[in-house]
């Protein structure tokens, strides 16, 4: 069984090791957006590679989007708290991401994709983590999956904390998707004043999380809003325990290793020099995007 399967309390909680404010940047066709998980804790957060999070009320700063970019040998992982986004891929698959929805494509051996906000107005808020391939599938053949909000399963504890299982598992819940190597965790959390949620952690998985309304605690240290906070590997610690003295939002994620080398040139993550350079001639020639 997963051990994020776990119903059992945990009895000793990880530490925060480090608070991470985050980068403003842009990507994409100009979107504004702040890079939270950036390149150099990508060795600390393995499996993880990049984690952005994107939220504004002005139109300026989405409404361009991600026009056509390629993808080779890592999973993304985008949720829409507010807001629309068209996808499209050079496989012919399309959807549309709405509010609390989430779409999970595994790049493989490549893809081009596009990414257009489908409102003129209102707020954009979301996030996009990508996860590293094992060496073994980043080769595999594109794979996509859209999820609406009412599609994810939910549960609520007794202490009134909804959370949303994107991936893994949580109190016996399932979540939408697993996957068997790196075995992703990704929750969100909604905690009301005065309440706790723990949630059990393999011992050997990298694991962090992300405040985006309110504040919570960790072993009595303040994790503040817009605060990623890395949560440190003991082989002691069964899990973390989350406390908010007033209403809080927060994603928690967490992954099994893979301990591989990272060879990454913008939206190529391999495991040799080599293979990037594959995979820029694959792109130049035209072969990144085309149908199986």
Request: charge should be negative; hydrophobic fraction near 40%.
């Amino acid at each position: 069984m997963n051990a994020n399967t776990s119903t059992q309390p945990v009895t000793a909680s990880r530490v925060v090791e480090h608070l991470i404010a985050g980068q403003p940047t842009s990507d994409g066709a100009g979107v504004k957006l702040t890079r939270v998980l950036t390149q150099n804790l990508q060795r600390r957060l393995d499996p993880f590679l990049m984690l952005d999070a994107f939220g504004s009320d002005k139109a300026d700063d989405y409404i361009a989007g991600f026009p056509d970019h390629p993808h080779r040998g890592f999973e993304t992982v985008t949720y829409m708290i507010a807001g629309r986004m068209l996808h499209r891929d050079s496989a012919g698959h399309e959807g549309l991401l709405q509010n609390g929805g989430v779409q999970w494509m595994t790049a493989g051996r490549g893809v081009i994709h596009s990414e257009i906000p489908q409102q003129e107005e209102g707020v954009m808020e979301g996030f996009q983590l990508w996860l590293n391939l094992h060496s073994s599938e980043k080769m595999n053949a594109p794979w996509y999956r859209d999820f609406q909000s009412e599609q994810l399963p939910k549960l609520r504890t007794p202490e009134g904390v909804d959370v949303t299982v994107i991936a893994g598992a949580s109190h016996g819940v399932q979540g939408a998707v697993t996957r068997e190597i790196t075995q992703p965790l990704y929750l969100d959390v909604h905690m009301p004043s005065g309440s706790r949620f723990e949630q059990t952690l393999p011992a050997d998985h990298n694991a962090f999380l992300y405040v985006y309304r309110g504040e919570v605690r960790i072993a009595g240290q303040a994790v503040p809003v817009q605060r990623m906070a890395i949560l440190a590997n003991a082989a002691q610690a069964d899990g973390v325990v989350i406390e908010a003295s007033a209403d809080a939002r927060l994603i928690l994620v967490s992954g099994r290793p893979l301990n591989e080398p990272i060879v990454q040139y913008g939206p190529f993550v391999m495991n040799t020099q080599q293979e990037i350079y594959q995979a820029l001639t694959d792109f130049r020639d035209g072969r990144l995007g085309e149908r199986a």
